[in-house]
């Protein structure tokens, strides 16, 4: 079992940055691959970022790519979200999630590949 607390979310001006972290419970975090997922009112949740184990392979959505950084602190059980560049259209909450994985080179991309996940931490970019 994991339990994922997401924080690190606001208001922010266009062209802003934030980080988001996401500490998790447990004793087996190294052996999750871990994601960030956003869903805005009235949208599907879509998949932002990915990383595997060890942080050696990491994943983008076009939409983010070149803007957002994902990593992760195995000693710290805590995955970040870095977000830089923001537009309006990053408002959304944005969701961690923990998906068990049987090797290192593992990203995952899609909802149901993901067991464990967070309440939500809202972000709003401010046109």
């Known amino acids: 079992q994991v339990q994922l607390v997401e924080s690190g979310g606001g208001l922010v001006q266009t062209g802003g940055s934030l980080r988001l972290s996401c500490a998790a419970s447990g004793r087996t975090f190294s052996r999750y691959a871990m994601g960030w997922f956003r869903q805005a009112p009235g949208n599907e949740r879509e998949f932002v970022a990915a990383i595997t184990w060890r942080g050696g392979n990491t994943a983008y959505a076009d939409s983010v790519k070149g803007r957002f950084t994902i990593s992760r602190d195995n000693a710290q059980n805590t995955v970040y979200l870095q977000m830089n560049s923001l537009k309006p259209e990053d408002t959304a909450d944005y969701y961690c999630?923990?998906?068990?994985?049987?090797?290192?080179?593992?990203?995952?991309?899609?909802?149901?590949?993901?067991?464990?996940w967070g309440q939500g931490t809202q972000v709003t970019v401010s046109s």
């Open positions: 999630a923990a998906g068990i994985v049987g090797t290192d080179n593992e990203v995952l991309t899609r909802r149901y590949e993901y067991h464990y």
